[in-house]
C-alpha cells in the first residue's frame, strides 16, 4: 500500500511560481509512474504532468499542453518524492491539485488527497 501526501499549494498572483510536493510512504514508487492531475470547480478532473520510473524508462516526462514550458515534474528516489514546480501562474491553473501514482500509466493505483492552488489576477 502507498500512501500520497501533497504539500506546497497556496494562493499566488498570477505570474508567481509555486512548489508542490508528493511525498509517498509505504513503499518505494521508483517503480510507479508518477503524475499530478487537477480538477477546477465544476470541471472534471485533468492530466497536468506524469513522469516515468528512471529504469527503464530514463524518468521521461509528459506535460499538458496547457502546462507545457511553464511546469516542471522531477522526481526524487531516494527521497521517495516527487516534486511540480509551477512558474509564470495563470487564474486559469486555479484548480486543486492531486498526485497519483500508477504502476501502468493508464490505471491509476493510489491518489493523495489533493492541495489547494489559487492564482488571483
Known amino acids: 500500500q502507498v500512501q500520497l501526501v501533497e504539500s506546497g499549494g497556496g494562493s499566488v498572483q498570477a505570474g508567481a511560481s509555486l512548489r508542490l510536493s508528493c511525498a509517498a510512504s509505504?513503499?518505494?514508487?521508483?517503480?510507479?509512474?508518477m503524475g499530478w492531475f487537477r480538477q477546477a470547480p465544476g470541471k472534471e478532473r485533468e492530466f497536468v504532468a506524469r513522469?516515468?520510473?528512471?529504469?527503464?524508462?530514463?524518468?521521461?516526462?509528459y506535460y499538458a499542453e496547457s502546462v507545457k514550458g511553464r511546469f516542471t515534474l522531477s522526481r526524487d528516489s531516494a527521497e521517495n518524492t516527487v516534486y511540480l514546480q509551477m512558474n509564470s501562474l495563470k487564474p486559469e491553473d486555479t484548480a486543486v491539485y492531486y498526485c497519483?501514482?500508477?504502476?501502468?500509466?493508464?490505471?491509476?493505483?493510489?491518489w493523495g488527497q489533493g492541495t489547494q492552488v489559487t492564482v488571483s489576477s
Open positions: 513522469i516515468m520510473p528512471i529504469m527503464p524508462s530514463y524518468g521521461r516526462t
Open positions: 509505504g513503499r518505494s514508487v521508483s517503480r510507479y509512474a
Open positions: 497519483a501514482a500508477a504502476e501502468l500509466w493508464g490505471h491509476i493505483d493510489y
